[in-house]
């Protein structure tokens, strides 16, 4: 049977999606749950949870965090989702981060906020463009509101190129003082 290939690093040390962020973004933090690999059990969970209505699936990959990820000294101040363009949400009925991000904020008593930030563009989605293709879209999200003087831990689903988280934590810091980023994802491309 197929064997879920979880990342087990070493959130407080280097990690590789540290490295890869690093290289983007000035960045605190960096946790990743799984490995996504083409094929694998976890793309095929990832799946079923964005592409098939199976939003429950959240929770689950939710209390795979919680049993793994202590944030020890370096807990965040706001959890945020990465939003869905409006025409995206209504197509799929739901946002497949919300139903997690609550979870992680129930266990890790951290508010969450699923509207900081607005999709402004809606393009081809990521997964369906290559490499340099994905590095194309810019400004397709927007600050809804001045946010100063927090740790904020960004929270996606998948991390590939790195082009959303970057987009997103650019518009933050462009937009805000004294902000720290982390990053949180259900899986690393590797
Ligand atoms: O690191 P990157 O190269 O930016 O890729 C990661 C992004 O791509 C996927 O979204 P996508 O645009 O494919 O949308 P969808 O799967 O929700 O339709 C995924 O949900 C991430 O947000």
């Known amino acids: 049977m197929d064997k879920i290939n979880f990342s087990n690093h070493n ?10 962020a690093s290289l983007q973004i000035p ?6 749950l799984l490995f996504y690999e083409k094929e694998s059990l976890a793309q095929r969970i990832i799946h079923q949870l964005k592409y098939n209505h199976r939003e429950k699936i959240g929770k689950v990959l939710a209390k795979w965090i919680t049993e793994r990820i202590d944030f020890r000294n370096h807990k965040p101040d706001l959890l945020v989702t990465v939003p869905l363009h409006y025409k995206k949400l209504k197509q ?5 981060l919300h139903l997690f991000g609550n979870e992680l904020s129930k266990h890790y008593q951290i508010p969450v906020n699923h509207t900081l930030l607005k999709r402004i563009k809606h393009s081809r989605a990521q997964a369906k463009k290559n490499q340099t293709e994905r590095l194309k879209t810019k400004n397709a ?15 996606d ?3 590939t190129t ?9 518009e933050i810091l462009r937009n805000s003082k004294n902000v720290k980023i982390s990053i949180l994802v259900m899986a690393m491309d590797v």
């Open 162 to 170: 790195g082009n959303t988280m970057s987009n997103i934590a650019w």
């Open 141 to 155: 999200y927007q600050l809804t509101e001045n946010i100063n003087d927090k740790h904020i831990l960004l929270i």
């Open 92 to 96: 799929r009925g739901y946002n497949q």
């Open 157 to 159: 689903d998948v991390y």
């Open 27 to 32: 960045v605190e933090n960096a946790y990743s």
């Open 11 to 20: 959130y407080f040390g280097n990690n590789s999606l540290m490295d890869k």
